[in-house]
């Protein structure tokens, strides 16, 4: 496909990603699982469209084999070992699964990591080059890590996984270890770096999927947290650590920086 082309496929799929996770407050039982499935599909196959926008199959390639697969083995081991989030368990409601793994759990590092890295090299293109990639893989796990959350406490809520060991625990957000969130914050780190490395440098485009992606996940999450599901200390946790880097992007890229 043209580039051009390919950025109305990227724009739909992120249109059909948010209209279905507009509706999850809305629904229940089989209908909710079934579009919360869908909802990840849709935009992880966004982020790998838009990857393809800016460097081809190749990049597209890149992306859903670097985030995927890394995102794959993580959890793979941590499901088997407990490191490095703590022992949890899946409980088989997120369809078919890969080394005990959900298949759309590699895909839901992929849908957001691409972003996450887009963001962090527009953040730190000011930078002298010396200090520039670091600063861009630490936005971008920050932000992918930041993510989960809104992610855990929604997920273990509607009963798609549970903690063997839940305590110590963040205020206000009982059954998810801060052992998780350690090792998001790793897992999202070495994501990061590999795509930034394997990824081709970016060139003066327009960030449109990556920060629609980002904005309606750090918005969104906290808005539907706060009044729809009725986590008010999730949606403060959430939009003040994801808010940190989403923020300063979107309000850079409002002023055509």
């Known amino acids: 496909m043209r580039p051009p082309l390919l950025t109305t496929v990227a724009g739909a799929l992120a249109g059909g990603a948010v209209l279905s996770q507009v509706a999850h407050p809305l629904l229940r039982g089989e209908r909710l699982r079934r579009t919360t499935i869908g909802s990840v599909l849709a935009f992880s196959a966004a982020s790998v469209v838009d990857a393809a926008r800016r460097g081809g199959t190749r990049s597209a390639l890149t992306t859903l084999t670097v985030a995927g697969g ?80 809104f992610l855990d406490p929604q997920m273990t809520a509607a009963g798609h996984w549970s903690f063997e060991h839940p305590r110590p625990h963040l205020p206000g957000v009982p059954g998810i270890p801060l052992s998780n969130y350690a090792g998001w914050l790793l897992t999202a780190g070495v994501i990061c770096a590999g795509l930034h490395a394997a990824l081709p440098p970016d060139r003066d485009e327009p960030q449109t999927v990556p920060a629609a992606l980002l904005g309606w996940t750090w918005l969104g999450s906290a808005l539907g947290n706060a009044v729809f599901f009725r986590r008010p200390v999730v949606a403060a946790y959430g939009g003040v650590a994801m808010g940190l880097t989403v923020f300063p992007y979107l309000r850079s890229l409002a002023r055509g920086r």
């Open 70 to 149: 890394l995102g794959l083995v993580a959890e793979a081991v941590g499901t088997r070992t407990g490191r490095p989030f703590g022992r949890y368990r899946y409980a088989g409601t997120l369809g078919p699964q890969v080394l005990d793994v959900p298949v759309v759990v590699p895909l839901a590092w992929t849908m957001l990591a691409h972003p996450s890295v887009r963001l962090g090299r527009h953040l730190a293109a000011g930078l002298p080059r010396r200090t520039r990639g670091v600063a861009t893989v630490a936005t971008a796990a920050w932000t992918l890590a930041a993510w989960d959350l």
